[in-house]
């Protein structure tokens, strides 16, 4: 697919200038294209097919990004910038107009492992049930976990939406447990310990496919995802 975009637009979403700074930039013969010094804002160009150079600087085009975050306690995952608790809004301004979305939501209260990306491919690639990426919770509920639940959890817990695949659940001490889902529906761990008549304290997504939240991100912490973690990600 082509993506035919101004200089203009395609250099002020892919660095850190301003639309003004750029016209400054075109008009000093700065920007070069295909190693083609470009006049005017106006030139079109296919974003995935060209080189392009600010100075002596070669810029490299990314047409998508792969982020992750540390989720915050009280972000929510909508791509809703206008609410101030955006999970979106905690990204750096460069990001802000890159069409970036949460893969995955994770509720308000709920911290840890968030991807947000531009690409819809991979995002269903490491959500859709079929494909089985496990996620990994911590979580901690009011009563004590028993091995009631854990047995329910292996066989498939019964919702008012339908039944959910096999999740293991491993129990790690009296009110603490590990949850494997390869799934994501709406507030699944709340409900499925609600059958139990247990309550969700603090839940925290650890993992992703075989990627663990990494120790140095601090919580609101954001970055791009290597190449290696990119793949770690969609592992089954
Ligand atoms: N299950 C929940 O109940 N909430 C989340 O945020 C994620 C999984």
């Known amino acids: 697919m082509n993506i035919i975009k101004r200089i203009d637009r395609i250099i002020s979403e892919q660095t850190n200038y301003s639309r003004k700074e750029i016209k400054k930039l075109i008009s000093r013969g700065l920007i070069y294209v295909n190693n083609k010094q470009v006049k005017k804002t106006e030139c079109k160009f296919d974003e995935k097919d060209i080189s392009l150079k600010i100075g002596a600087e070669e810029i490299d085009i990314k047409n998508h990004i792969y982020l992750i975050l540390n989720k915050p306690k009280g972000f929510v995952s909508t791509t809703d910038v ?40 991979f995002a269903h690639n ?15 509920i009011d009563i004590p976990v028993s091995s009631i639940m854990k047995e329910g959890f292996e066989k498939g817990i019964k919702l008012n939406d339908g039944v959910c695949k096999p999740a293991i659940l491993n129990i790690k001490e009296k009110y603490t447990a590990e949850v494997i889902l390869s799934e994501g529906r709406y507030h699944q761990i709340k409900r499925m310990f609600g059958c139990y008549g247990a309550k969700v304290i603090e839940l925290n997504r650890i993992c992703i496919g075989n990627l663990y939240l990494p120790e140095n991100l601090k919580i609101g912490d954001v970055r791009e995802l290597t190449e290696n973690e990119l793949l770690m990600i969609q592992e089954k």
């Open 126 to 140: 490491i959500l859709a049930p079929n494909k089985h990426v496990k996620k990994v919770y911590e979580v901690k």
């Open 82 to 121: 206008i609410k101030e608790n955006s999970v979106l809004n905690l990204l750096p301004e460069r990001y802000k107009k890159r069409n970036l979305f949460p893969a995955g939501r994770l509720d308000k209260d709920t911290t840890g492992l968030m991807i947000i990306t531009n690409d819809g491919q």
